[in-house]
């Protein structure tokens, strides 16, 4: 019954080699090493540009503040020309306090000026390793693709095989097949050796053993496989 089924599963399985065989190859795991490379090098630059952000936004508030600061000392020194001893005094302390303040946003710009150079410095190195990085990926890419070229004979020779063998194959089994064919389980058709399903090794309950003498043939209750006799 499932005779035809079988011969057209066995050509499944040579179709699914090769796929595996140009999935595992080496040209297309360095492809993919190398577009890996290139999604961390654009987080990295992302990450960069966030940086700078924050920088300018520190930096300009800082420059802000620091305006204020320059515009009020000299409202208090002119302010100063016509004041008693007393209020001089006051406004001196008020003026040394802002130059005080001013020192720190100083210092602070200062530190902002360096992270801002550190971050272009890092920007640059990343943008230089992602051109080559482009470059590689480019030599891999049409690697990669020259291995599926290569192979892509076989598959179609393959895949007409498998059209024709459809056609003998009891339509009612041909659409368990399919609707399994996604899975991960391959084969999806294995038979029954000493009371266990040889796809996964698991032995039958009583009760799937008594249905599949019945039906000769039962659904894996563990890998979801069809088990025949
Ligand atoms: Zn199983």
């Given at each position: 019954m499932q005779e035809e089924l079988l011969k057209y599963q066995q050509i499944d399985a040579k179709k699914r080699k090769i796929d595996a065989e140009i999935a595992s190859s080496d040209e297309r795991k360095k492809a993919a090493d190398m577009q890996n490379y290139l999604k961390e090098c654009q987080a990295k630059l992302q990450k960069f540009e966030t940086a700078s952000e924050t920088i300018l936004r520190n930096y300009k508030r800082a420059s802000a503040f620091m305006q204020d600061l320059n515009k009020r000392a000299k409202e208090l020194n002119a302010q100063a020309q016509k004041a008693t001893a007393e209020q001089i005094a006051?406004?001196?302390?008020?003026?040394?306090?802002?130059?005080?303040?001013?020192?720190?946003?100083?210092?602070?710009?200062?530190?902002?000026?360096?992270?801002?150079?550190?971050?272009?410095?890092?920007?640059?190195?990343?943008?230089?390793?992602?051109?080559?990085?482009?470059?590689?990926?480019?030599?891999?890419?049409?690697?990669?693709?020259?291995?599926?070229?290569?192979?892509?004979?076989?598959?179609?020779?393959?895949?007409?095989?498998?059209?024709?063998?459809k056609s003998k194959v009891d339509p009612k089994l041909m659409h368990m097949y399919e609707i399994k064919a996604d899975a991960k389980t391959f084969p999806i058709f294995v038979p029954v050796k000493e009371g266990r399903c040889s796809g996964c090794h698991v032995e039958l309950s009583a009760a799937m053993k008594k249905k599949l003498a019945e039906q000769k043939m039962v659904e894996c209750e563990n890998c979801g496989r069809y088990i025949y006799e």
């Open positions: 006051s406004i001196k302390k008020i003026v040394a306090d802002y130059a005080d303040k001013m020192g720190k946003i100083e210092k602070e710009v200062t530190a902002l000026a360096v992270q801002a150079k550190q971050i272009s410095r890092e920007v640059e190195t990343v943008m230089k390793n992602a051109v080559t990085a482009k470059k590689n990926y480019s030599t891999y890419k049409n690697a990669y693709d020259a291995v599926r070229a290569s192979r892509e004979p076989e598959i179609k020779a393959l895949l007409a095989q498998m059209q024709e063998q």
